[in-house]
Nanobody, 123 residues
Framework: QVQLVESGGGLVQAGGSLRLSCAASGRTFSTYAMGWFRQAPGKEREFVAVITGSGGNTNYADSVKDRFTISRDNAKNTVYLQMTSLKPEDTAVYYC????????????????WGQGTQVTVSP
């Protein structure tokens, strides 16, 4: 079992930056790919970014590519999402998720989820 606790959400102006953190329990953190998803009001939850267990590979949604960076520190059991050049359309609840083995962009393939943290970007 893996428990995920997110932090770092808040209110920022367009063009600003924010870093989200997700702390995971357990001693097998490096065996899980870690993903970030987000859900805006009235919309389905969507893929944002994923990083492999070793941190060697990452993938991003086209909407955030070149603006967001996912990273992880396996010694600290933590994954991060550095968000820059934020836009109002980035406003959403952001969720951290863990998947055994390979990474995925598919929501239902993830095994564990955090509680979500609100990110609001003002125009």
């Amino acid at each position: 079992q893996v428990q995920l606790v997110e932090s770092g959400g808040g209110l920022v102006q367009a063009g600003g930056s924010l870093r989200l953190s997700c702390a995971a329990s357990g001693r097998t953190f490096s065996t899980y790919a870690m993903g970030w998803f987000r859900q805006a009001p009235g919309k389905e939850r969507e893929f944002v970014a994923v990083i492999t267990g070793s941190g060697g590979n990452t993938n991003y949604a086209d909407s955030v590519k070149d603006r967001f960076t996912i990273s992880r520190d396996n010694a600290k059991n933590t994954v991060y999402l550095q968000m820059t050049s934020l836009k109002p359309e980035d406003t959403a609840v952001y969720y951290c998720a863990a998947r055994r083995g390979r990474g995925s962009v598919i929501l239902y393939e993830y095994d564990y989820w955090g509680q979500g943290t609100q990110v609001t970007v003002s125009p």
